[in-house]
């Protein structure tokens, strides 16, 4: 099912959601990746805020590379999610509702997922340039030392994403992999 959806992702449109949605999201969501997430953990177990909004955040991980002349960014394909295992359930405990990166999640992950009320979307690796088209400003907000890992915040539009993981506990990974499974069999049974 194709939905377009405005940021941000509140828990009422998280669980509207399901496994294998096409989404076409618009609005603001963040950028960080590993050594963001590692500093904003540092900055929690130090007492101190976060430098985002994390209530219904929308954190895409993603390292852009420089921007071309008369363009916000560069190209802008999804990280490996799962090198953000270790510091996503701990967000979605403050509010974070939603993800998007590319590959599978820790069990840690999908279980924060389902008891937080939130979703992961998956967007199309290799697929950076394109991606890129779908934003239309990007704005540093906080780690500027860490340049291509710093914290950004991008105004997107109509950017494309498949949901992998939602509320309900679905995880796209694993039911596609039994529908080839059972279309396969009934291919081999085939005369």
């Given at each position: 099912m194709d939905r377009q959806i405005h940021t941000p992702i509140t828990e009422e449109v998280a669980?509207?959601?399901?496994?294998?949605?096409?989404?076409?999201l618009t609005g603001s969501i963040y950028v960080a990746?590993?050594?963001?997430h590692k500093r904003m953990m540092e900055a929690l177990d130090a007492g101190k805020e976060?430098?985002?909004?994390?209530e219904n955040a929308t954190i895409y991980y993603m390292g852009p590379s420089p921007a071309?002349?008369?363009?916000?960014?560069?190209?802008?394909?999804?990280?490996?999610?799962?090198?953000?295992?270790r510091y996503a359930p701990r967000l979605l405990e403050l509010g974070q509702k939603a993800m998007i990166g590319k590959g599978k999640r820790s069990q840690e992950v999908l279980d924060a997922i389902v008891r937080n009320h939130g979703?992961?979307?998956a967007a199309v690796g290799g697929a950076?340039?394109?991606?890129?088209?779908?934003?239309?400003?990007?704005?540093?907000?906080?780690?500027?030392?860490?340049g291509a890992e710093a914290i950004l915040q991008l105004e997107i539009e109509d950017f494309p994403v498949v949901v992998v993981a939602d509320c309900q506990g679905n995880n796209l990974y694993e039911t596609a992999i039994l529908k080839?499974?059972?279309?396969?069999?009934?291919l081999t049974e085939s005369p």
């Open positions: 669980a509207g959601l399901h496994a294998g949605d096409y989404v076409y990746r590993d050594a963001a976060l430098p985002i909004e994390i071309r002349e008369g363009r916000p960014i560069g190209s802008a394909g999804p990280t490996t999610a799962s090198r953000m295992d979703v992961y979307f950076g340039a394109l991606l890129s088209q779908c934003i239309k400003k990007s704005t540093l907000i906080c780690y500027e030392d860490l080839y499974k059972a279309a396969d069999e009934v």
